[in-house]
């Protein structure tokens, strides 16, 4: 809900007037957009997964079965580090060259293995990450780190080969807590002077990746008043969140070879095909033109396959030995060596009035990078860019970050984005608040929240406020209520035990759609003579039914069932643009260009059918199959128009559509997390009774699609909150090497889940849709230990939550 206007300055009221004229409430919607439920021919309806079938019988082929078309095929292995830092002195490969079946053996010497720096990040041109990699690395800076790769015949003897590589190292000192890693006594991981960097305050001396900071208003200030004042409360929490693997089902895997015309040919389980293809580009010195990236079906990516991970050495090997070359990481890969959500620790400070209105919001983070810094300040800053927005009325909020390198495994990108840290620490804090000032939880959220309308500095706030978006679209105070209504908020009945305690929690949430001014989304449609369309897009299904979201938008603006748009794989031979799929941008930013190109076809096939029926095309529909005259009632089929198109006696062409979408709009979904729990307070052990979520995504495309979204993300966000995460020893070695070591919760473990779509309209985004794939992973954490706090009175603040933790806590309470 919106505060009231409180008086301003007038450079105060001249900003916030040139905001409201840059940002206006009413968008330039195309006509189309705007359709009631009882309009809508293909939209909000329940289609099945276009792949289900074939996923389920086993028929989908993702990369490693495309081996089979390779007869001359070899298998890749990677030697990786088995220190955690220290120099290569001595590489001896004589004994695996020397395997029968052994065709190449490359290391950091090889002519085929580029010098060349870069980054893995998948993220558009110029990335914002630092170029600190190289393919193979002499200096080695965890344990993972990649120091030389075979091919051969067989995986088997790829393997016996690493085995017989001889590595001599100079092991040098390890640092891997992000806190010791800023001393000025802590060992230094990288040399400035061989890292391009164009992050803001980098500190290599104090392996610092990135730092940077931001504020709107002024937070010292109203730390002082609070100080002079008996009636505004001063609250201080920390927070600390762990590791998590994205424990994709389908490790990474890609499959290099030279095409008949020599080009870089590769098949690759990838959400970036595009930003892959310019980055080998960089790293081999070729053309764009001469490399080609396919993208096969995806066994999930979550994040995981943002990163250009194993592609570099494939082709490093391919040229090698001359013939196609399949690496497959193993799962043990999967957990050290490959990327993860990055721990953080954040700490967060409020002013709030006895009433319960924030005056300031002070939050710092400070994240475990790893050896190598893909996406540091990007998901650092996310951390409070993603949460604040709900309390963007606080007149003051700041915001500290630092992104700090250490000799564990790399932080990348994974579902949420930083989002899940902040949320935690931000929610965790409210309740905490609402604590001190006896109230009630929602009621003191209510008072602060974001609402439909309103202008959100805080999506801004490490550029000072200066970014603002305007709020077209919020159901969160529906969110509330009916999350509240399914949870039983105000009908929790105590165990009749008096060692059991039962209680609610909850915890708000908020995301993006898209980054706001740097997406890319392209597609392109045409139609067959059976009145079928095949619809390109450069947009990456990695599982969650992108295609068939995009098949509905199409067929929506066409008039056709969705099963009559055939939408292909992404290739960047043939495909066009995208950026990728990321940062819950597929549905907002490519449906958003497929829904343009379906109009364009649209046009053309209105003029078809507008020669036909003898109909101006303004008095024309397209539902049902054919094109209706609104006038008369005639109608022709699309598969009559499709055959006039393209054999009639008159003018012949193919009804085809093609256009690009980008944006500087990137429109918020919203959701409230529900948690009901019962704790033992004489042993610590909960028991969660139901997870229920409700978000508002705007229209949802697919409500069958997007609760699967819901509850999926709800699982993953479960699992950071109670599962035990990535460990290692005191010399960094992963001790966590496959799921049994990593506890990811079973069906078992899994409490019931309740998922609710709350319906809005999001004018910038196509047919009213917004994101939903990210925002649930965000409210668990938070949720689980807020009713917790409520349940027995004590807080768990590290991640993950377990009853031994709860234990301590209720005994040194």
């Not at 890609?254 to 293809?277: C, G, K, M, W």
């Not at 790293?283 to 194993?310: E, N």
């Not at 059976?530 to 067929?555: E, H």
């Amino acid at each position: 809900m919106s505060k009231p206007d409180e008086p301003q300055s007038d450079e105060a009221h001249q900003q916030s007037s040139s905001a409201e004229d840059e940002h206006p409430l009413e968008w330039d919607e195309s006509p189309n957009n705007r359709k009631s439920k009882s309009e809508r021919q293909a939209i909000s309806k329940r289609e099945e997964k276009n792949d289900a079938r074939k996923i389920v019988t086993g028929e989908s082929k993702y990369t490693a079965d495309y081996a089979l078309n390779f007869p001359d095929l070899a298998e890749a292995a990677v030697l990786r580090s088995d220190i955690a830092h220290g120099y290569v002195t001595e590489i001896d490969t004589s004994a695996a060259e020397a395997m029968e079946g052994v065709y190449a053996v490359i290391t950091p010497d090889s002519d085929e293995v580029p010098d060349t720096m870069y980054t893995s990040a998948g993220q558009s041109y110029p990335e914002p990450s630092p170029w600190d990699l190289s393919v193979l690395r002499r200096k080695v800076r965890y344990v993972g780190d990649p120091i030389a790769a075979v091919a051969a015949t067989d995986s088997q003897t790829a393997d016996k080969a690493i085995r017989a590589i001889d590595i001599t190292y100079e092991e040098l000192d390890a640092v891997l807590d992000p806190e010791e890693a800023m001393e000025p006594d802590a060992p230094q991981i990288h040399d400035p002077d061989q890292v391009e960097n164009i992050q803001p305050g980098a500190d290599y001396e104090r392996n610092i990746e990135a730092q940077t900071e931001g504020e709107i208003g002024d937070v010292d200030a109203a730390f002082e008043e609070a100080a002079t004042r008996d009636d505004w409360l001063v609250t201080e929490t920390e927070w600390k969140t762990p590791y998590q693997s994205h424990c994709v089902p389908e490790p990474h895997t890609t499959i290099a070879q030279r095409d008949e015309d020599n080009r870089f040919h590769l098949i690759s389980s990838t959400q970036v095909p595009y930003h892959t293809r310019r980055q080998l580009a960089h790293l081999f010195d070729v053309p764009i033109r001469d490399i080609r990236v396919t993208k096969p079906r995806i066994g999930a990516g979550f994040g995981a396959k943002q990163s250009m991970l194993i592609e570099p050495i494939t082709v490093a090997l391919m040229l090698a030995a001359d013939r196609p070359v399949k690496l497959e990481t193993t799962r043990r890969e999967q957990f050290y060596a490959m990327r993860s959500r990055r721990s953080a620790r954040v700490r967060m400070r409020s002013v709030v009035t006895q009433e319960g209105e924030i005056k300031a919001l002070d939050m710092s983070a400070v994240t475990n990078s790893g050896a190598y810094g893909p996406h540091g300040l990007t998901v650092t800053s996310s951390i409070a860019t993603k949460p604040l927005p709900l309390y963007t009325h606080t007149p003051n909020i700041r915001f500290e970050m630092k992104a700090v390198h250490t000799n564990l495994p790399i932080g990348g990108a994974i579902r949420g984005y930083g989002a899940p840290q902040g949320h935690l620490a931000l929610e965790g804090h409210m309740d905490e608040v609402a604590n001190e000032l006896e109230l009630d939880p929602i009621d003191l959220r209510s008072r602060n929240l974001i609402g439909n309308g309103d202008l959100d500095t805080a999506s801004g706030v490490t550029k000072d406020g200066e970014d603002v978006r305007r709020i077209r679209s919020c159901g969160i105070d529906e969110c509330i209520e009916r999350g509240k209504d399914a949870i039983g908020w105000e009908e929790v009945e105590q165990p009749e035990e008096e060692h059991l305690h039962r209680a609610c929690g909850v915890a708000l949430t908020a995301q993006k759609s898209g980054v706001a001014g740097d997406e890319l989304g392209a597609a392109h449609i045409k139609m067959n003579e059976d009145g079928s369309f095949i619809l390109q897009t450069g947009a990456v299904d990695i599982g969650p039914g992108a295609d068939t979201a995009m098949a509905q938008i199409a067929a929506e603006v066409l008039g056709v069932p969705p099963e009559d748009v055939l939408v292909q794989p992404s290739d960047t031979d043939i495909s066009p643009f995208d950026y990728g799929a990321y940062a819950s941008s597929t549905t907002y930013v490519t449906g958003s260009a497929v829904k343009k190109a379906a109009e364009e076809a649209q046009t053309h096939l209105f003029e078809f059918a507008s020669q036909m029926l003898d109909e101006p095309a303004e008095n024309l529909e397209a539902r049902g199959g054919a094109v209706h005259s609104k006038q008369t009632g005639d109608s022709v089929t699309i598969e009559e128009i499709g055959y006039e198109s393209i054999y009639g006696d008159r003018v012949r062409e193919q009804i085809m559509g093609q256009a690009s979408h980008s944006t500087d709009e990137s429109p918020a979904p919203f959701g409230a997390q529900f948690a009901d729990v019962t704790v033992n307070e004489h042993t610590g052990e909960f028991e969660i009774h139901r997870l229920v979520y409700a978000v508002d995504c705007g229209v949802a495309i697919n409500p069958d699609l997007a609760e699967g979204q819901v509850e999926g993300a709800m699982h993953m966000s479960y699992e950071l909150a109670v599962s035990a995460g990535l460990s290692f020893d005191d010399d960094g070695t992963p001790e966590t090497l496959g799921f049994r070591d990593y506890g990811m919760p079973t069906t078992e473990d899994q409490p019931p889940l309740d998922s609710i779509l709350v319906e809005t309209y999001e004018p910038t985004g196509p047919f009213g849709a917004k994101s939903v794939a990210e925002i649930p992973v965000n409210g668990v954490p938070p949720a689980l230990s807020n009713a917790i706090r409520r349940a027995v009175g004590v807080r768990v603040s590290d991640l993950p939550i377990t009853a031994e933790k709860i234990q301590t806590e209720i005994d040194n309470d």
